[in-house]
């Protein structure tokens, strides 16, 4: 029997992932979406034929083997409390991928005692390149844990980490380590042109630089130094480079500004847990 998967929340990151799982064979049928915004519920049912759509959380929560919270965190408490009953009746496994909080304030805010799976992707999700860190708790069976895997898988790779703390270094890492890149790109090009490069051959070589780097390290059977040292000849351009990073410590200005990163994910948890209480 195909499983029931409920999307409470009809964002981009809910088109990503119904999209991804379409793409994989799912069936249409056995997807289901809330939106609260009529104009967004006509463009879903337009986007995703055969997919529910419904105005109401708990009239797809009602039916769901599975159910992915994919809402705002500001309003993540109280979009739980409202599906409290409804989750307590058909006790699906839930997947959260709302960023900041903890898998044991939404088992509490929807009643307890229920199976559920944080996850955090990142925005290349939407482009089906992603990452997502998962972490499941003690009372996810080994058969939900992989339902919530398969699900994240649509959109990109999955990592599983052991304790639920990591989720805030893989917030630090992947989920804002796209604007790590997308700095470096920009800085890149703009140097580029500084350096006389018109602006669209700039941004050319930056970009495709950035993804054919991506794709040698994701091929490499060798550790990022020996892929370093290849193009680092001795005197040369890159060395050049190099040497001046490290001169301005970047590697230490980027441990910094990584470990600010989750220092600020467990802040946000904790506030969340606060507000909510």
Same mark, same amino acid.
């Given at each position: 029997m195909t499983d029931k998967i409920a999307f409470i929340g009809g964002g981009n990151m809910t088109r990503a992932i119904v999209a991804g799982l379409l793409n994989s064979g799912a069936d249409a049928a056995s997807l289901s979406i809330s939106e609260p915004l009529g104009a967004a519920r006509e463009q879903l049912g337009a986007d995703f034929p055969g997919v529910r759509i419904a105005a109401d959380n708990s009239t797809v929560a009602a039916t769901a083997d599975c159910v992915v919270l994919s809402v705002k965190p500001q309003v993540l408490a109280e979009v739980c409390r409202e599906l409290k009953s409804t989750i307590q009746a058909g006790r699906?496994?839930?997947?959260?991928?709302?960023?900041?909080?903890?898998?044991?304030?939404?088992?509490?805010?929807?009643?307890?005692?229920?199976?559920?799976? /944080?996850?955090?992707?990142?925005?290349?999700?939407?482009? /089906? /390149?992603?990452?997502?860190?998962?972490?499941?708790?003690e009372r996810t069976t080994d058969a939900e844990r992989q339902r919530a895997v398969s699900i994240m898988a649509a959109v990109g790779s999955v990592v599983e980490v052991d304790s639920e703390a990591d989720i805030d270094a893989v917030t630090a890492v992947s989920g804002s380590g796209p604007a790590y890149f997308f700095m470096l790109i920009e800085q890149l090009a703009v140097t580029a042109v500084e350096l006389g490069l018109e602006p669209d051959a700039a941004r050319t070589l930056a970009i495709e630089t950035a993804r054919g780097a991506a794709e040698l390290a994701a091929h490499a059977d060798t550790s990022m130094s020996e892929l370093i040292a290849r193009v680092r000849s001795p005197g040369g351009t890159t060395a050049a480079a190099l040497d001046s990073l490290e001169d301005a410590d970047v590697r230490g200005i980027f441990a910094a500004a990584i470990t600010a990163a989750r220092d600020r994910a467990v802040e946000l948890a904790d506030e969340a847990h606060r507000n909510q209480a």
């Open positions: 699906p496994l839930i997947v959260s991928i709302a960023a900041g909080t903890r898998g044991a304030d939404i088992d509490q805010w929807l009643g307890g005692g229920l199976a559920v799976v /944080r996850v955090m992707p990142n925005q290349p999700a939407l482009l /089906r /390149r992603g990452v997502s860190g998962l972490h499941a708790n």
